[in-house]
């Protein structure tokens, strides 16, 4: 079970100024239906990655294996708590923060002679962590990751490819002219650009 304890505030995987550069431009008159295009995208490929990209807090209860607990996550920033039954685990180290993968040597099988010097058998048991995960985006500054170029560069050549083709792709399919509302299927370039990035849920 997973909960999201602070949300991001900012999801675009790029900004307005790396768009208008690669489109070459220069007026503003665009900037509104650019914001929305790349607030669109970033959700699309969201959607496809099945993964949120920005920094956020969660909680999350994860069943205990072995000497690696795996979170949901990626990559992990930081850790606040890990608890079981209300028990806080200490002695725990971030292992690999890309694959999510905090390490304790007493084991994540739960076993009750780490409480209570009693040896029983293992029994599996759930353990709560509050931890931050996610990247940077463009234009962030603070701790963490900066957000890959393969994503970034993905939002852009969406954005890019969706502002280009309102007129005359064939995967546009509703316009408004007045708002400016353009509906765009980015699914042929999301699969050759980002398929390796799609997390098996």
């Known amino acids: 079970m997973i909960k999201v304890l ?22 503003n008159d ?14 699309k490929i969201e959607d496809y990655c099945h ?8 909680e999350e209860t994860v069943s205990g294996k072995g000497k690696i607990l795996l979170l949901t ?10 608890t079981c039954d209300g028990n806080p685990i200490v002695d725990y180290e971030i292992y690999n923060d890309e694959a999510g ?7 994540w099988t739960w076993d009750t002679s780490v409480w209570w010097g009693k040896a029983t058998d293992n029994i599996k048991q759930n353990f709560t962590v509050v931890y931050c995960a996610g990247y940077l985006l463009p234009g962030e500054t ?20 969706a502002y ?34 799609v997390r098996i849920c």
């Open 51 to 58: 993964r949120t990209f920005a920094k956020q807090v969660y």
């Open 164 to 197: 280009l083709s309102r007129r005359d792709s064939l995967r546009v399919t509703t316009e408004r002219i007045g708002n400016y509302s353009v509906s765009y299927d980015p699914t042929p370039l999301l699969d050759k650009l980002l398929r390796g990035w």
């Open 30 to 43: 665009d900037d509104n239906l650019l914001n929305s295009l790349i607030l669109r995208m970033s959700g």
């Open 101 to 107: 993968e905090l390490y304790w040597d007493a084991g």
């Open 6 to 27: 602070t949300p991001a505030t900012n999801r675009k995987l790029a900004t307005l100024s790396q768009i208008k550069l690669e489109l070459g431009i220069e007026e």
């Open 142 to 161: 603070g701790d963490g990751k900066p957000l890959p170029s393969a994503i970034e560069d993905a939002c852009i050549q969406c954005v890019k490819e």
């Open 73 to 82: 996550n990626i990559p992990i920033i930081y850790v606040t708590s890990v």
